[in-house]
């Protein structure tokens, strides 16, 4: 027992490994809460959040816009990345500067130089909302990680391996949390258990997660 933390919990790690290839870097985010909360509004201002439907029929709990050059969108035909959105048939807005430039900095940061994501996934949950076991794979360059930008209520992040059935750990991903992936965590299979209520004191009852991808 660490006597300078006698009956108070020590400050988490900045860097946690969630297992070869995939980083957490714990409150990277928070200096830029601010300036990401109000870019997300202008995102869904433009392209508002949505529920899409998978190609099996069923809705998605998350809803979901997008920024950048490319969106990711699924529907009965299929999962894909799109330049247009298909609810406004105009172009996703484009990538915020703090954006870009925040992804670039965490991806070095976990060992990735020269990230340049063209796609920016923004999932919302509400109280309940999950999204199940999957992989993603609609990426061209699976070379390029993934950063993933945690904002609003914690959620409890699966990570399991390259095989569907392959154990699963359990991480806590907290407001202003990045989680980098690449390498050899590129293809796991991972996912979001249900989320529990709560209340934000920035975002409420909510929870916002960024995934930056290089698509194309
Ligand atoms: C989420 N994230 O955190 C969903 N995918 O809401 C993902 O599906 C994800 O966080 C690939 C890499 C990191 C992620
Ligand atoms: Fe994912």
Redesign the pocket.
Known sequence: MNDLFDGLDPPPPAREDIAPGAVLLRGRALAHEAALIEAVAAIAAQAPFRHMIVPAGFTMS?AMTNCGDAGWVTDRGGYRYDAIDPESGRPWPAMPDVFRALAGAAAAEAGHPGFAPDACLV?R?APGAR?SL?R?TNERDFTQP?V?V?LGLP?T?QFGGAKRSDPTRRIA?RHGDI?V?GGPARLAF???LALKDGEHPRLGRM?I?L?FRKAR
């Open positions: 998350a999932n949950y999204l999957h993603d993934i993933s945690s959620a992040f991903l989680a992936w991972h996912g979001i929870r997660n995934t």
